[in-house]
Structure formats: structure tokens, C-alpha cells
């Protein structure tokens, strides 16, 4: 069985995300004409990098820099799950079905500012899952929080997830005061690394200022995005999530302590995402993408203890089946 294969370390397996993933962003290779998606405001981080690639004159150029992103993103997936075991199989499965799930809403394969905001906080789940049972975390701390702040000049509300990481810490380790106020610290150098940028390049403060405050005050009323044709990945989706938690809750205590802490953590994660989309009134589409984060490792972790080979097979399939043929009619 095909999915049986996907559950190894099979080297043809790492060589085929890519190839899976290309089939899912067809569309956007053959027709790269609008080559960046934005419903959020853009922030002047994400406009320099636009502006940079479009004066290459290469509209191609914005989607493989934006498909190479996600293959970054898969590759740091499954380098957080084989270093803290998350799911006790070792493979690359995890990867593999991030790449599909990140790639199954096909309007936005396309480079938009919270694909590289996910590459960040991504490195950013690395550091902090990393100060369970270790003394030595005031760095790690400190990194996790630079990158959700760097993230979060690319996608302002992004700046979130500084909270995720409190929740993190609360998790992971004792009470120290000391770590949040290096979590802090952390969160304001990008910014005043930008502002010292930003004054020295343009010679305006206040400027600066009024950037933030924009990003603030801005509201997206009505999405541009047409949701509703999606309806078949919704349903997948939710169904697939019933039963991973499902299976969580009944493996639950047989689970080794990090794992469990892990898994909890993720489900918070998955809990922000849907929060800052509903309740900050800035927020976009832009930001459930970071939701697959939770849904790869959940959904892997049903994969994997499902015994029925036969309806796994026939819900991996089908998943399959409905995004290409969203992408070719």
C-alpha cells in the first residue's frame, strides 16, 4: 500500500514531497502573472522583498521563492518531530503531509507575507520545544522569541504567538522570572533593529511609528477569497481531525509525559490560530497555514495507529483526488 510506504524513511520518499507538492502547485507555476497574495496589510519588510524580486522581472521567480520556503518548512516539521520524538515513528511523514495540507488551498500558493512568517515561527517552535528538561534554556527562550518577532515583521499579527510561547514555557519548565523577561527582550530587539534600519535608510522617526500603528488599527472587513468551493477539504479536514483526537484522547495515557506535553501544546497552537483569526480584526487567511503545524502531527499520529489500512488508504486518496482536481478544473 502507497500510504504503508509513506510511513518509512525511504530516501524516494523525501525526494517526493517535492514532486506531490508540485502537482498541488501547478497552476501557480503555468500562470505566475499574480504572483503575490496579500489580504493582510503589507508591512514594510514583505514590500521590500517584493519589490526586490519583481525587478528581476521574472514573475516565476516569486513562487519558486515561495516553494522553496515550504520545503524549508516541511524540513524543519520533521526535524522537530525526530528531535523530540513527537510521533514514535521515525520518517518523514510528517513533512509529506504538511507540504499537502499547506498546499491544498491553491489561491494561496503563491509567496504572501505569511508563508515567510511561518518560516520564522517555525524556527521559533524549534528553540522553545527544546527547554524541556534542560537547565540551560535562557537562550533557546530568547531565540524562540527573536524569531516570532521577526516573523511578525513580515505578518504583524504574528505577534501573537509571543503568547503561545508563555504557554510554552509554563509547559516545559518551572516558574522563572527570568525567562519571561528574556521572552521579552527577545520580542523587542527585531524591532529596534528595524527602527535603527528604517531611521538610517529614510532619516524618519515618527514614521516608524505611524507603521505600527497602522498595522494596529487596520481592519480586513470582507475576504476577497472565494472559500466556499473548498468545502470537500473542509469536511476532510474536520473529519480527520475528529478522529486524530479521538485517538489522542484514547492513547493519551500511554504516552510518555513529553509527548503528552508536546501534543497539548500543539492543540494550543491550533486554539491561537482560530483566535487570531476570528477575534483580531486584522487578521487574514494569511494566518491559518500555521494551523497545519498542529494538523501534520496530529494527523500523523492517526495514521499511524489506525489499524484499518484499508480506510486510511481510502481518506489519504481521497484528500489526493479533491485537490487536483481543484487544480485543473
Known amino acids: 500500500m502507497f500510504l504503508r510506504f509513506l510511513k518509512t524513511n525511504s530516501l524516494f520518499l523525501l525526494l517526493s514531497i517535492p514532486l506531490f507538492a508540485g502537482i498541488f502547485w501547478f497552476k501557480s507555476f503555468i500562470s505566475p502573472a499574480a504572483n503575490v497574495f496579500s489580504e493582510s496589510l503589507p508591512t514594510p519588510l514583505f514590500k521590500i522583498i517584493v519589490e526586490k524580486l519583481n525587478s528581476i522581472q521574472f514573475p516565476l521567480l516569486n513562487n519558486i521563492f515561495a516553494f522553496t520556503l515550504l520545503m524549508f518548512q516541511a524540513f524543519l516539521i520533521v526535524k522537530i518531530d525526530l528531535k523530540f520524538s513527537i510521533i514514535s515513528q521515525k520518517g518523514y511523514f510528517t513533512g509529506f503531509l504538511y507540504v499537502l495540507l499547506s498546499s491544498s488551498f491553491g489561491v494561496i500558493n503563491q509567496l504572501h507575507s505569511g508563508l515567510l512568517a511561518q518560516t520564522f515561527f517555525l524556527l521559533a517552535l524549534h528553540r522553545i520545544f527544546s527547554i524541556y528538561n534542560t537547565d540551560l534554556t535562557f537562550s533557546k527562550i530568547f531565540d524562540a522569541s527573536f524569531w516570532v518577532s521577526?516573523?511578525?515583521?513580515?505578518?504583524?499579527?504574528?505577534?501573537?504567538?509571543?503568547?503561545?510561547?508563555?504557554?510554552?514555557?509554563?509547559?516545559l519548565k518551572s516558574f522563572n522570572w527570568r525567562d519571561w523577561l528574556i521572552l521579552i527582550l527577545g520580542l523587542f530587539i527585531p524591532y529596534f533593529l528595524f527602527f535603527i534600519l528604517f531611521f538610517l535608510f529614510t532619516g524618519k522617526i515618527f514614521e516608524f511609528f505611524e507603521i505600527l500603528k497602522s498595522q494596529i488599527k487596520f481592519t480586513n472587513v470582507i475576504s476577497n477569497v472565494d472559500l466556499s468551493k473548498f468545502i470537500f477539504i473542509y469536511i476532510w479536514l474536520v473529519l480527520v481531525s475528529l478522529l486524530s483526537f479521538y485517538y489522542f484522547v484514547k492513547k493519551y495515557h500511554k504516552m510518555l509525559i513529553s509527548n503528552k506535553l508536546y501534543f497539548n501544546l500543539l492543540i494550543i497552537l491550533y486554539l491561537f490560530v482560530l483566535g487570531i483569526y476570528f477575534f483580531i480584526p486584522s487578521s487574514s487567511i494569511e494566518i491559518l497555514p500555521f494551523a497545519y503545524i498542529s494538523f501534520s502531527y496530529f494527523f500523523a499520529f492517526y495514521f499511524f495507529v489506525e489499524k484499518s489500512v484499508r480506510f486510511t488508504e481510502f481518506l489519504f486518496w481521497i484528500f489526493i483526488a479533491v485537490n487536483i482536481y481543484f487544480q485543473f478544473f
Do not use: M, R
Not at 150 to 171: E, K, P, R, T
Open 150 to 171: 521577526v516573523a511578525s515583521l513580515f505578518l504583524f499579527n504574528s505577534i501573537f504567538f509571543a503568547i503561545f510561547l508563555f504557554f510554552c514555557i509554563i509547559f
